[in-house]
Structures are given as C-alpha cells and as structure tokens.
C-alpha cells in the first residue's frame, strides 16, 4: 500500500489532540515490519521525533497513549487492506 492508494480526505483534528496528531504524522515512516507485513512503529524513533518537534519529555508521557491508539488503528487499517 502506497499514499497513493489511500483516498485524500479532510479531517479536522480537535485542538488537544494536535501534539499527538503531530507526531504520528512525523513517523509516518517509522514502521516496523516482519515476515506477515508491519508490526508496529520502532518505538526507539519516537524520543528523537518528538525532540525534533519540541515536544518536552512530559507532554511525550501525555500523548504516548494516544500514539498507541492511532498505531493500532492504522495497523488495523493496513492489514484489512492487504487482505482485500
């Protein structure tokens, strides 16, 4: 599955969900994979990324469980694409 695959669409995205928004979006490249496709993202990435941003150490700790949930989402939604 490619960005071109995966139809363009407007989402708003709520005010206190920016930060963690953000940073799923910036490792968007982050993937681990192994033998049946992706896995999750390689979690040692997600310190440097949020350092880059200038997320502070206690606003990661904040968001962290939201990064959890898009991950798993977004796993959810690429492994129902490949079974198509």
């Given at each position: 599955?490619?960005?071109?695959?995966?139809?363009?669409?407007?989402?708003?995205?709520?005010?206190?969900?920016?930060?963690?928004?953000?940073?799923?979006?910036?490792?968007?490249?982050?993937?681990?994979?192994?033998?049946?496709?992706?896995?999750?993202l390689d979690y040692s990435s997600i310190l440097p990324?949020?350092?880059?941003?200038?997320?502070?150490?206690?606003?990661?700790?904040?968001?962290?469980?939201?990064?959890?949930?898009?991950?798993?989402?977004?796993?959810?939604?690429?492994?129902?694409?490949?079974?198509?």
């Amino acid at each position: 599955m490619t960005k071109m695959d995966i139809p363009e669409e407007v989402v708003e995205v709520w005010q206190d969900n920016w930060d963690s928004f953000w940073l799923f979006e910036a490792l968007s490249t982050q993937w681990r994979a192994g033998a049946g496709g992706l896995i999750g993202l390689d979690y040692s990435s997600i310190l440097p990324v949020a350092q880059m941003l200038g997320l502070k150490k206690k606003k990661l700790k904040q968001i962290f469980p939201d990064l959890r949930v898009m991950e798993a989402v977004a796993l959810q939604q690429m492994h129902q694409a490949e079974e198509k």
